[in-house]
């Protein structure tokens, strides 16, 4: 689903710039550890003051397995009690389970993101 451009969004200034084969490498495997293309990590570099987190890309990819998981979990017992089957105590003391662990990494989550900003 592609958001809304907003005249801040817009990217209309192009910048170009000579690295040697060591640098460009680097730049390139920097960016791909953080789940960035080339642009979007040096644009990262520019407003972060050159701290770009590192772990945001796989603090994400671990969030999204599991609100994948839950939704899936919930979508299974919506699924049984839409069907008139049972649905036990036992799935949904599970889904809580599965709601905490979600909650606590996100919540470590933000804890590393603030530390950053700080």
């Given at each position: 689903?592609?958001?809304?451009?907003?005249?801040s969004?817009?990217k209309?200034?192009?910048?170009?710039?000579?690295?040697?084969?060591?640098?460009?490498?680097?730049?390139?495997?920097?960016?791909r550890?953080?789940?960035?293309?080339?642009?979007?990590?040096?644009?990262?570099?520019?407003?972060?003051?050159g701290?770009v987190?590192?772990?945001?890309?796989?603090?994400?990819?671990k969030?999204?397995?599991?609100?994948?998981?839950?939704?899936?979990?919930?979508?299974?017992?919506a699924?049984?009690?839409?069907?008139?089957?049972?649905?036990?105590?036992?799935?949904?003391?599970?889904?809580?389970?599965?709601?905490?662990?979600?909650q606590?990494?996100?919540?470590?989550?933000?804890?590393?993101w603030?530390?950053?900003?700080?």
């Amino acid at each position: 689903m592609a958001g809304r451009k907003y005249k801040s969004d817009i990217k209309n200034r192009k910048v170009s710039v000579k690295l040697s084969e060591k640098d460009y490498e680097k730049l390139c495997t920097d960016a791909r550890n953080v789940g960035l293309n080339i642009s979007e990590y040096m644009r990262e570099l520019i407003s972060s003051g050159g701290k770009v987190d590192t772990t945001y890309a796989d603090d994400r990819a671990k969030l999204i397995r599991q609100v994948v998981g839950i939704a899936t979990n919930v979508n299974q017992l919506a699924k049984r009690a839409n069907a008139n089957e049972r649905v036990y105590y036992s799935d949904i003391l599970n889904m809580q389970d599965y709601l905490k662990e979600v909650q606590y990494s996100m919540s470590e989550v933000l804890k590393v993101w603030q530390l950053q900003k700080s």
